[in-house]
């Protein structure tokens, strides 16, 4: 059993993410907590640095730059696609998410930015890229991840991914 958070190690936590204006942008205190395998990139990168060698019951508040966030935002990935580009029945709205395939066939995640009449405005870049990370953060557990876990690169069972 794991005495502090490192690499391979199962981690439950409660979250709280917040924006420079004060914004919740997510939460996790009113629901279930967040569990996830530390080092499989399963959380933006600066949050788990921080989180490294933390111990079951710490609390603490770690500031998210872009870099180690969701990226520097890039005018660049924005495009403008008429209406009728889109499905006829799909509703369409500020922040959505959805994705596309490449001209390889890869998945690609879009997000709608701006509705404009018949135009929409569609950018690659996330929801929160260019923004810091206001994150309070506390650790509720932490144990060994199984070699399945590891396997997978997340956690099964309660709280994790179920096959």
């Known amino acids: 059993m794991p005495t502090s958070i490192a690499g391979d190690s ?10 420079d204006d004060g914004s919740i942008a997510d ?3 009113d629901g279930e907590p967040l569990v ?6 399963n959380l933006v990168p600066g949050l788990e640095r921080q989180l490294l060698g933390k111990k079951k019951g710490d609390q603490f508040d770690a ?3 872009p870099a180690e966030g969701y990226g520097d935002y890039d005018p660049a990935a924005e495009h403008k696609y008429p209406r009728s580009s889109f499905p006829k029945n799909a509703e369409l709205s500020v922040g959505m998410g959805f994705h596309t395939q490449d001209k390889k066939g ?4 879009l997000f709608v930015k701006e509705l404009n ?7 690659s870049n996330h929801p929160l890229a260019g923004q810091r990370l206001n994150f309070q953060i506390e650790v509720l557990d932490l144990r060994a991840a199984t070699k ?3 396997q997978h690169g997340h ?3 309660k709280g994790g991914h179920h096959h």
């Open 10 to 19: 199962v981690v439950t936590i409660h979250y709280k993410l917040t924006l």
């Open 27 to 29: 939460s996790s205190f």
């Open 36 to 41: 996830y395998l530390h080092g499989y990139g």
């Open 63 to 65: 500031a998210v730059l």
């Open 106 to 109: 890869n998945s690609v995640p």
């Open 117 to 123: 009449g018949d135009e929409v405005v569609v950018t």
């Open 148 to 150: 399945q876990e590891l």
């Open 155 to 157: 956690v099964h069972g």
